[in-house]
Nanobody, 124 residues
Framework: QVQLVESGGGSVQVGGSLNLSCTAS?????????MAWFRQAPGKEREGIAL??????VYAASVRGRFSISRDKAKTTVSLLMNSLTSEDTAMYYC??????????????????WGQGTQVTVFS
Protein backbone atom coordinates (compact mmCIF):
# COMPACT_ATOMS: atom_id res chain seq x y z
CA GLN A 1 0.00 0.00 0.00
CA VAL A 2 1.41 3.35 -1.05
CA GLN A 3 2.17 5.69 1.83
CA LEU A 4 3.22 9.32 1.84
CA VAL A 5 4.03 10.68 5.29
CA GLU A 6 4.62 14.37 5.85
CA SER A 7 6.54 15.88 8.76
CA GLY A 8 8.04 19.17 9.84
CA GLY A 9 4.95 21.28 10.25
CA GLY A 10 4.41 23.53 13.24
CA SER A 11 3.99 27.11 14.37
CA VAL A 12 6.41 29.82 13.36
CA GLN A 13 6.55 33.58 13.53
CA VAL A 14 6.08 35.79 10.49
CA GLY A 15 9.35 35.96 8.62
CA GLY A 16 10.48 32.59 9.90
CA SER A 17 11.25 29.34 8.13
CA LEU A 18 10.13 25.73 8.18
CA ASN A 19 11.33 22.67 6.34
CA LEU A 20 8.70 20.06 5.48
CA SER A 21 9.56 16.51 4.50
CA CYS A 22 7.57 13.77 2.83
CA THR A 23 8.68 10.16 2.81
CA ALA A 24 7.18 7.77 0.29
CA SER A 25 6.97 4.00 0.69
CA UNK A 26 5.59 1.08 -1.31
CA UNK A 27 5.69 3.21 -4.43
CA UNK A 28 7.62 2.91 -7.68
CA UNK A 29 10.33 5.37 -8.61
CA UNK A 30 8.42 6.13 -11.78
CA UNK A 31 5.61 7.39 -9.57
CA UNK A 32 7.91 9.41 -7.33
CA UNK A 33 9.48 11.00 -10.37
CA UNK A 34 6.52 13.37 -10.17
CA MET A 35 5.95 14.78 -6.69
CA ALA A 36 4.34 17.93 -5.45
CA TRP A 37 3.35 19.94 -2.42
CA PHE A 38 -0.14 21.31 -2.06
CA ARG A 39 -1.75 23.34 0.65
CA GLN A 40 -5.25 24.09 1.80
CA ALA A 41 -6.17 27.02 4.00
CA PRO A 42 -9.46 27.11 5.91
CA GLY A 43 -12.32 27.92 3.58
CA LYS A 44 -10.13 27.70 0.47
CA GLU A 45 -9.51 25.11 -2.19
CA ARG A 46 -6.45 22.93 -2.19
CA GLU A 47 -3.76 24.43 -4.40
CA GLY A 48 -0.51 23.20 -5.83
CA ILE A 49 2.48 25.25 -4.72
CA ALA A 50 5.55 23.29 -5.79
CA LEU A 51 6.27 20.44 -8.17
CA UNK A 52 9.41 18.48 -8.86
CA UNK A 53 10.01 16.19 -11.81
CA UNK A 54 12.98 15.03 -13.82
CA UNK A 55 12.86 18.38 -15.58
CA UNK A 56 13.30 20.31 -12.34
CA UNK A 57 11.09 22.36 -10.01
CA VAL A 58 8.04 24.44 -10.76
CA TYR A 59 6.46 26.90 -8.30
CA ALA A 60 3.21 28.72 -7.91
CA ALA A 61 3.57 32.48 -8.08
CA SER A 62 2.53 32.81 -4.44
CA VAL A 63 5.63 30.98 -3.20
CA ARG A 64 8.20 31.51 -5.95
CA GLY A 65 11.41 32.92 -4.55
CA ARG A 66 10.52 31.97 -0.97
CA PHE A 67 9.98 28.20 -1.13
CA SER A 68 12.32 25.55 -2.47
CA ILE A 69 11.40 21.95 -3.32
CA SER A 70 14.02 19.23 -3.42
CA ARG A 71 14.21 15.46 -3.58
CA ASP A 72 16.77 12.86 -2.57
CA LYS A 73 18.50 10.73 -5.18
CA ALA A 74 16.52 7.66 -4.20
CA LYS A 75 13.33 9.64 -4.92
CA THR A 76 11.82 8.49 -1.65
CA THR A 77 11.86 11.82 0.17
CA VAL A 78 10.79 15.22 -1.05
CA SER A 79 11.33 18.35 1.01
CA LEU A 80 9.92 21.84 0.99
CA LEU A 81 12.02 24.60 2.50
CA MET A 82 9.81 27.56 3.30
CA ASN A 83 11.39 30.94 3.99
CA SER A 84 9.98 34.40 4.70
CA LEU A 85 6.71 32.93 5.88
CA THR A 86 3.64 35.14 6.14
CA SER A 87 0.23 34.62 7.70
CA GLU A 88 -1.03 33.84 4.20
CA ASP A 89 1.04 30.65 4.30
CA THR A 90 -0.99 29.24 7.18
CA ALA A 91 -2.56 26.03 5.87
CA MET A 92 -2.51 22.28 5.91
CA TYR A 93 0.32 21.12 3.65
CA TYR A 94 0.05 17.91 1.66
CA CYS A 95 2.56 15.84 -0.25
CA UNK A 96 1.37 14.15 -3.43
CA UNK A 97 2.88 11.84 -6.04
CA UNK A 98 2.29 10.22 -9.43
CA UNK A 99 0.86 12.24 -12.25
CA UNK A 100 -2.66 11.61 -13.50
CA UNK A 101 -2.71 12.57 -17.15
CA UNK A 102 -5.00 15.29 -18.32
CA UNK A 103 -4.75 17.93 -15.66
CA UNK A 104 -2.59 20.89 -14.77
CA UNK A 105 -0.06 20.07 -12.07
CA UNK A 106 -1.46 22.56 -9.58
CA UNK A 107 -4.90 20.92 -9.53
CA UNK A 108 -5.50 18.22 -6.87
CA UNK A 109 -6.98 15.93 -9.51
CA UNK A 110 -3.63 15.75 -11.28
CA UNK A 111 -1.95 13.65 -8.54
CA UNK A 112 -2.79 10.08 -7.63
CA UNK A 113 -1.35 9.50 -4.15
CA TRP A 114 -1.66 11.78 -1.12
CA GLY A 115 -0.33 12.10 2.38
CA GLN A 116 -2.42 12.99 5.42
CA GLY A 117 -1.00 16.48 5.68
CA THR A 118 0.95 18.54 8.17
CA GLN A 119 -0.25 21.80 9.66
CA VAL A 120 1.71 25.02 9.24
CA THR A 121 0.65 28.03 11.29
CA VAL A 122 2.35 31.40 10.89
CA PHE A 123 1.68 33.90 13.66
CA SER A 124 2.62 37.53 14.20
Amino acid sequence: QVQLVESGGGSVQVGGSLNLSCTASSISTSSTNYMAWFRQAPGKEREGIALITGAGPVYAASVRGRFSISRDKAKTTVSLLMNSLTSEDTAMYYCAADRVLGGSWYLPTSLRYWGQGTQVTVFS
